[in-house]
């Protein structure tokens, strides 16, 4: 039997709270993150049968502590600690200080590298699995178990890793690409049956929140949190009464948050003095002008294709030249844009974004083979199933015969697939 819906909210939202609390006191994480779980699972089976404790972060706390002084007496000889240390009573802090964003600062440790760095904290911290992290980073999931292992490894043979570090700036753009990362496994999941996760989306907007209030001034910070909320704001259109994805040129763009469309603009537009030129400023940019387009036909296709080229001169990635090569489609034709698509064939072919793009470019070709083609290849490669079904459903009605009005319009009224992408990780999420 599993812990009530609400009883699972709550879990998922302290375990990065606890680790952090114990990481930070004790020092090491591969202890810590196992005394974490057990207290989780201790949780989920007494709170089901006694009731929510009184203070259930302080509950938490005790547990994995216990967890800890249990596994330093089982190695005591070997790591020689006083196990004193660990079974200290660790005060309970009324207030709830939430320690999640200085554990991702800590977890971008810079004696690792920034790929092991970022990897660990999504997967310790930031609640994703190792194959999620491996799909946002176009590797095999065996390939990113190693990478992570490595990384508590290295740590493991640092002294005190997690002594300092909270805020460093250094650290920064590690923590924002990780923030990034769970905010598009969020928007839209790499697998499973449901479109999106809003409890990751949700948690990485709350987080950079949090972030631009400690650094109001720091211009990549804000447009971080700008892009999050123009993305975000078209949640409600994004999937139909039965969970089904409805592509960017079919949605009721009436739908779409409007107060969450005019903060990311105001503070997209605050950015704007210091030049447009960080990389989540520029992505920013294409959210905001999609979001201000009140009907498909009058999207700025010449200025996201600008926008697009900007990003990949600044940071050339794979799943940027394929954003570029839709942009690219929608002002000079799919021929050009499917030109663009075979320079990145290689090293895409793992990913179904690759084959989604040229089934949606042969569409608007009008060779309607090559398309159904492509989308059955793309189907069978992601592992998302409402990804998979939308596939599946355009390869269907070109067969049929059923072409969508848009699709055969002229290039700049294309409904495109445009993506929004971190450049540093090649996670893309759809626009849709």
């Not at 971008?108 to 994703?128: K, Q």
Request: charged content about 25%; proline content about 6%; aromatic content about 4%.
């Amino acid at each position: 039997m599993s812990p009530a819906p609400h009883t699972e909210d709550l879990l998922r939202e302290l375990a990065p709270q606890v680790l952090g609390v114990l990481v930070r006191r004790f020092g090491d994480f591969d202890l810590a993150e196992d005394a974490v779980q057990d207290a989780l699972l201790a949780a989920a089976t007494q709170w089901r049968t006694d009731g929510l404790p009184g203070n259930p972060r302080g509950w938490l706390i005790q547990v994995a502590q216990r967890r800890m002084a249990d596994a330093v007496r089982a190695e005591v000889a070997r790591r020689r600690r006083e196990t004193t240390v660990f079974v200290r009573d660790v005060p309970v802090e009324a207030s709830g200080r939430d320690d999640t964003l200085d554990l991702y600062f800590l977890c971008c440790h810079p004696d690792l590298p920034p790929a092991g760095a970022i990897a660990l904290t999504l997967r310790a911290v930031g609640g994703l699995s190792t194959g999620e992290i491996a799909a946002a980073f176009l590797v095999p999931e065996a390939t990113m178990a190693q990478r992570i292992s490595r990384a508590k490894k290295r740590l493991a043979e640092a002294e005190r890793p997690f002594a300092d570090g909270a805020h460093d700036s250094a650290r920064l753009g590690a923590v924002l690409q990780v923030l990034y990362v769970i905010f598009t496994e969020g928007h839209t999941s790499s697998s499973g049956a449901g479109l999106r996760r809003a409890d990751l989306s949700t948690e990485a907007i709350r987080l950079t929140r949090a972030l631009r209030a400690l650094l109001p001034a720091n211009t990549e910070v804000t447009g971080l949190l700008a892009l999050m909320l123009l993305t975000d704001a078209r949640r409600a259109a994004r999937s139909g009464p039965h969970g089904e994805l409805i592509p960017l040129h079919e949605q009721d763009r009436s739908r779409w948050d409007r107060a969450q469309i005019t903060e990311g603009l105001r503070l997209l537009t605050a950015t704007m003095p210091a030049g447009l030129t960080g990389l989540y400023q520029l992505q920013a940019a294409i959210a905001g002008l999609h979001t201000q387009s009140a009907h498909l036909e009058d999207t700025d296709w010449d200025r996201i294709l600008l926008l697009y080229t900007m990003i990949e001169r600044s940071n050339p990635n794979p799943m940027v030249t394929l954003n570029r090569a839709v942009a690219t489609a929608m002002v000079h034709g799919p021929a050009a844009g499917l030109a663009v698509v075979d320079s990145v064939a290689e090293p895409l072919a793992r990913s179904h974004r690759l084959a989604a793009v040229r089934g949606h470019l042969h569409e608007m070709a009008g060779d309607d083979a090559a398309a159904v083609e492509h989308y059955q290849l793309a189907a069978k490669q992601t592992a998302s199933v409402p990804e998979r079904d939308y596939l599946l459903l355009r390869a269907a009605r070109l067969r049929s015969g059923e072409a969508v009005s848009a699709v055969r319009s002229r290039p700049r009224e294309q409904p495109g697939i445009e993506k929004v992408v971190d450049p540093n990780s090649g996670k893309a999420a759809p626009a849709h």
